[in-house]
């Protein structure tokens, strides 16, 4: 199956930015739209989508970094774009739009690579459930991350809010969140868990970058044997989960990178990992 996969080095989207280090094993996705905050749009939710789901085939990147534009992470939905056409749409239409972008989440978990999100600014909305599906999360003291979908009128339940959130901070904070709308600070994130880390805005990205860029050159298909495993036994029990990992463990094994990894160490080399 490998000559089904394809580089994404070089790779232009038309609604966002994409760039990838120099030899392609992080690409940095950037929404850039900053005159508005960074808004998402009907366009830049399909391609977004259509992106995670062929990154799937990337024989290059190894590791995502989910940015925003001049320290602004994303406000969500475009209230003109999108908030105010989906007020004059029937139902068939406007579950059409929901399943659309409930699959933008479904590729981002779906699709191997880790994901990390660096937030500055603003995170609301879509952009709070984009830094919410990432794999990691990391912002500056100055990001603000709101699930505001009921100051509009609509429920919590948004793109999986009601499900995913409450296994990342809580069942309580979630609810809090969900039901409030109001304000999650960086410094209750970090207490929270729902961020990993804080750094100051200057060295966000740079931070993001060399994280993933350790992911990267680590053991690659065990990460996302890993992602699989993280997301796969969520509806597991504990027997059906431990021989899940029984499985997924034997597979790594099975891998040069396993026997690669033994032999640095008996030589006292770091391994080089190969993805096989």
């Not at 399943?99 to 479904?106: A, E, H, P, Q, Y």
């Not at 805005?201 to 860029?213: D, G, I, K, T, V």
């Not at 065990?222 to 059906?240: F, N, P, Y």
Request: contains cysteine.
């Amino acid at each position: 199956m490998q000559d089904k996969k394809r580089p994404f080095r070089g790779h232009r989207p038309k609604h966002f930015l994409l760039e990838t280090d120099g030899d392609g094993r992080v690409a940095t996705i950037t929404l850039n739209r900053p005159e508005k905050k960074n808004p998402l749009t009907f366009e830049s939710y399909e391609e977004l989508t259509d992106l995670f789901r062929a990154l799937g085939r990337a024989d290059d990147v190894r590791v995502v970094v989910l940015t925003g534009a001049e320290n602004n992470f994303s406000s969500g939905g475009d209230v003109f774009d999108i908030i105010e056409p989906l007020t004059r749409m029937s139902m068939p239409d406007l579950i059409d739009f929901t399943r659309m972008t409930g699959d933008l989440v479904r590729q981002m978990r779906a699709c191997p690579q880790p994901i990390i999100a660096a937030v500055d600014g603003i995170c609301a909305g879509a952009g709070a459930i984009l830094a919410m599906a990432s794999d990691h999360r990391i912002a500056t003291p100055e990001a603000k991350t709101a699930f505001l979908f009921t100051r509009v009128g609509l429920a919590g339940a948004d793109m999986g809010a009601c499900g995913i959130l409450p296994r990342i901070i809580g069942q309580g904070r979630a609810a809090e969140l969900l039901f409030t709308g109001r304000v999650m600070t960086a410094a209750e994130g970090h207490a929270w868990g729902f961020y990993n880390a804080l750094h100051d805005r200057a060295s966000l990205l740079s931070a993001a970058q060399a994280f993933a860029r350790n992911l990267a050159d680590g053991p690659w298909f065990a990460h996302a044997m890993t992602k699989k495993m993280l997301d796969q036994e969520w509806a597991m029990g504990i027997d059906q989960l431990i021989e899940s990992e029984a499985q997924a463990q034997a597979i790594c094994m099975a891998t040069g990178d396993f026997r690669r990894a033994f032999e640095a160490f008996a030589a006292k080399a770091k391994p080089v990992f190969e993805g096989y």
